[in-house]
């Protein structure tokens, strides 16, 4: 995997149905769950409330869309990696990006049900704050909480 060049670059709408796509895949890997809501509204959501209130960044191989996060100066909203190159960086890519653009603090949700979610937040210097968070998945809610001081893995 190592031999593909990643590019971030800020997500555009013209990249909607590719980000949609790919980030349904991997939300239903991770979950187990089918997306409830149609790709139209998906693709809405993702266009006209996300980008209204968050940074996105959209990861590349190629002309392929392989990851996307969305984030601010205190939060990650969104970060989803295509289920085929999961493993190879570009989770951990995004995430200083948004560590960089931070205040110094993140928090972030995962599913209780996504350990594969959990060990990558922690590797990456996330500490549990919450648990059992309401969600309209209805599954419980791990949140995380990410310091600059506090994290040794950062840089």
Sequence with gaps: MSQHKISIMPYSPEFSE????MWRDS?????GQ???????NHIYFLNHIL???????VAFIEETVVGMI???????????IHIDYQGCGI???LLNKAKAHSSGRLTLYTFEVNENAQRFYEKHGFEVIGRGHENEENLPDIQYEWTRQNDNSYG
């Design 70 to 80: 969305a984030y601010n100066d205190s939060e990650v909203s969104q970060l989803y």
């Design 34 to 40: 089918k997306e409830m809501h149609s790709v139209e």
């Design 51 to 57: 980008l209204e209130q968050f940074q996105i960044d």
């Design 27 to 31: 939300k239903e890997q991770a979950i």
């Design 18 to 21: 590719q980000t949609v796509a």
């Design 91 to 93: 989770g951990k890519t």
